[in-house]
């Protein structure tokens, strides 16, 4: 009796294992989707930002703001938070909720580069570097440059939006 062997096995075991890989691998990469807290300078919750995965890479979007409003005092009291610092003029009043600050984030090497990241506070844009220090803590570090002239935040995972 002739036992007729196939040399196919190790290319079949070879696509399953890249195949493992790319999986895994695309896991990775999507650990830092969900919603993050930021703070203020206190330590205060200031605002909490979803990351999705979109077409150029990953996004972040403001979908909570701890006042919504500006306090009294401030010589817009009363009105919506807006963008009223960003140099363009034209985007002056566009309502910071919903707001996209955090762009362009590609996964390479267990961290999330060639991003940009907008200060609502300065109105400056950042190119950013992100990295998960823990599973439910996100390093983000805006910079102009190299990294090594910027500054990290840090933002907690939070399982969902408070309600209002």
Known sequence: MCVHRTRKAPWYLAWLCLLYCAVVAAEDADAILGYWQTQDEEGHADAIVEI????HGYEGYVRWLRFTVYPEGDRMAGQSIIDRDNPDVSLNTRLVDGMRVLWGLRYENKSWRGGHIYSVRSGKTYKANASLKSADELTIRGYIGVPMLGRSVHWMRVAE???D
């Open 161 to 163: 939006l408070p309600s």
């Open 52 to 55: 999705i995965h979109a077409e």
